[in-house]
T-cell receptor
Framework: DADVTQTPRNRITKTGKRIMLECSQT?????MYWYRQDPGLGLRLIYY???????NKGEISDGYSVSRQAQAKFSLSLESAIPNQTALYFC?????????????FGPGTRLTVL | GNSVTQMEGPVTLSEEAFLTINCTYT??????LFWYVQYPGEGLQLLLK?????DKGSNKGFEATYRKETTSFHLEKGSVQVSDSAVYFC??????????FGKGTRLSVIA
């Protein structure tokens, strides 16, 4: 099945460490997104990319960076993790050929920063 | 900018009860509207969508109607089951923009 996968699924790290979260997809979609989910706040957009050479900041990009290594891969980095980056992180994809740009989500990465 | 407001949870219902989760939006132009569902420990799944005024999206017994005059897209189901327990998110986009989500409503259905 065409899918969106995220690694790792769970990660515990310490303040100040550099962390990379990875997302891969086999859907053949060109658009990819990173969101974080916090209780009571819903999902907030961190970064998005409409193709390999395109990177755009979202609502809450400070403290994060991304890399679009290929059409199928989109990585999120925390250069120096801090405790308030503890959250559930989701990758999503969409297809520019879709009329409505609906997004398809990975299973999430639970990140804890101590 | 675009925004979505949905009713605060949690919502607790008995099995076979009627469900309504309210969602209203603010957007420029003519947005597309979506409901996503998140089951425990999983990512978000698209539940239904509507792309123009008066459209009704439906799936798995859930329905929502795109009401331009009231800028609303309320989610309804006539008879909920325990397996419907999840977090529900209302979302929108305009053209090629990324989805903007509401804060989510947690539904618990008890037998």
């Amino acid at each position: 099945d065409a899918d969106v996968t995220q690694t790792p699924r769970n990660r515990i790290t310490k303040t100040g460490k550099r962390i990379m979260l990875e997302c891969s997809q086999t859907k053949g979609h060109d658009r990819m997104y990173w969101y974080r989910q916090d209780p009571g706040l819903g999902l907030r957009l961190i970064y998005y990319s409409f193709d390999v050479k395109d990177i755009n900041k979202g609502e809450i990009s400070d403290g994060y960076s991304v890399s679009r290594q290929a059409q199928a891969k989109f990585s999120l980095s925390l250069e120096s993790a801090i405790p308030n980056q503890t959250a559930l992180y989701f990758c999503a994809t969409s297809d520019r050929r879709s009329l409505y740009n609906e997004q398809f989500f990975g299973p999430g990465t639970r990140l804890t920063v101590l | 900018g675009n925004s979505v407001t949905q009713m605060e949870g949690p919502v607790t219902l008995s099995e076979e009860a009627f469900l309504t989760i309210n969602c209203t939006y603010t957007a420029t132009g003519y947005p597309s509207l979506f409901w996503y569902v998140q089951y425990p420990g999983e990512g978000l799944q698209l539940l239904l969508k509507a792309t123009k005024a008066d459209d009704k999206g439906s799936n798995k017994g859930f329905e929502a109607t795109y009401r331009k005059e009231t800028t609303s897209f309320h989610l309804e189901k006539g008879s909920v089951q325990v397996s419907d327990s999840a977090v529900y998110f209302c979302a929108l986009n305009s053209g090629n923009t990324p989805l903007v989500f509401g804060k989510g409503t947690r539904l618990s259905v008890i037998a």
